[in-house]
């Protein structure tokens, strides 16, 4: 079979990443090299200790603690953090925490010139991507802007320990959809590809062992990794079906983020399947299913493979457990072809409906 020769557009983005158990330790010599000697550290009230913990390890480098982080970034909170962050005269932004947390330091960077450290302490992988997003009156903008980008991520797998096996399971799932879209993405390169496929395997090879043993690093290290991968992948390409999916169950119906993710997954992947053979053949061979004869990584079972990860690591598995109403579905697929945008197979009204349908009962994909 002949492949079209290789054309592709690759932007490095600028981050320094200290990857291993223990690197917290290196904290204060990473807010040194970023030049910084009043950081304002950022938690969600969940987190409030460890963000404690943060400023007493910075010690004299540390101005404050703001810990009002809450999911998707309400303007009124992010108004408070930027007043906050001028007021002590901060001069960097710490966050340890998740995506939320992440989410209230982009929104201090985006309007400042402050440069965030970020400590993740789950999967989902906002501390390397430009991306932003702010919730004003019920409806969530996103925006890229590269001042928004963390300038150091500090990983330390230790800190994930505390994270519950079934915030591990999802945010793990939403991170593994951050390497299928990016594997089938309109920007796809060489690169993402390899670093989205080695993502799923880390991920996938991670996750199983985390949910059973929350405390084992080693598992914990390689999800991390797998983490890392995605958010890179997230970070450099576009997404598709997928996320756009996710984005309008999540802002419509206040469905949970990581959970709407690792239920829609499989089922995107089955609709994006036929138009994206060697985007699945990727993601098969990362999640180790292969052929009937076992030679071959087999493309059309990605899409079920991604399902049974999912009950393998007791996630919810349909929107129904969710809190999706049957009346829904119709909503969500109008508002989902509303605005058109990039997959791979073209979006249909009747394919998305059908799409919605089966996650809504947790339908193994075929
Ligand atoms: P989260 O940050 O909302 O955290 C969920 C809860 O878990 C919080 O209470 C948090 O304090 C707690 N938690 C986090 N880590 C913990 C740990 N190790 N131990 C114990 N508790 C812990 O959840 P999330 O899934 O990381 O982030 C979701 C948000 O991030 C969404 O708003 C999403 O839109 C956004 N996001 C943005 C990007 C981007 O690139 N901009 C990427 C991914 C996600």
Redesign the pocket.
Known sequence: MSQAPLAFVYDVLPSRVVFGIGSLDKLTEEIDRLGAHRALVL??P??RNQGRQIADRLGSRAVGLFDKAV???PIEIAEQAREQAKALGADCCVAV???????LA?AIALVSTLPILAIP??Y???EM?P???LTEGGVKK?GRDPRVLPKTVLYDPT??V???AM?SAT?GM?SIAHCVEALYSKDANPVISMMAEEGIRALAQGLPVVVAEPANLEARSNALYGAWLAGMS??AVGMALHHKLCHTLGGTFNLP??ETHTVVLPHATAYTAPAAQEAMSCIARALGARSPDRTLPAPELAAPALYDLAVSLGAPTSLAALGLKPADLDKAADIAVQNPYYNPRPITREGIRALLQDAFEGRRPL
């Open positions: 938690s969600t969940e987190q999911m998707h970034v925490g998740g995506g939320s947390t992440t989410g982009k302490t789950t989902a992988g906002s991507t991306i932003w997003g996103t800190l994930t505390s994270m519950p915030l945010s939403n997230l970070g983020h990581a």
